[in-house]
């Protein structure tokens, strides 16, 4: 079993910066990728950036330039960084992993708890 562990949500100002991390931990033999997502109240759960073992990175386009996700692989960690944030960024951030437990072993997504983010004056 995997756990993911965000945090750095919280209310900053439009035009403000926030980072976001996650830390896997547990039964992990190797993260295929990690990722972000964000839901806004009454909407469904969107794609906000991924990576991949390649290194290899992907963005929704509404925060393309502003975001950027990395990933410290020594330490089974993903970050967030929010920059020029919008209102429209409000949301619940969800931590996303894939990961299998052993060699052999197949591959499970998790979820991280979330972490809430307010763009607000």
């Known amino acids: 079993q995997v756990q993911l562990v965000e945090s750095g949500g919280g209310l900053v100002q439009p035009g403000g910066s926030l980072r976001l991390s996650c830390a896997a931990s547990?039964?992990?033999?190797?993260?295929?990728?990690m990722g972000w997502y964000r839901q806004a109240p009454g909407k469904q759960r969107d794609l906000v950036a991924h990576?991949?073992?390649?290194?290899?990175?992907n963005y929704a386009d509404s925060v393309k330039g502003r975001f950027t996700i990395s990933r410290d692989s020594s330490k089974n960690t993903v970050y967030l960084q929010m920059t020029s944030l919008k209102p429209e960024d409000t949301a619940v951030y969800y931590c996303?992993?894939?990961?299998?437990?052993?060699?052999?072993?197949?591959?499970?997504?998790?979820w991280g708890q979330g972490a809430v983010v307010i763009v607000s004056s």
């Open positions: 996303n992993a894939v990961a299998s437990a052993t060699y052999s072993g197949s591959y499970v997504e998790y």
């Open positions: 547990g039964s992990i033999f190797r993260i295929a990728s």
């Open positions: 990576t991949g073992t390649d290194g290899r990175t």
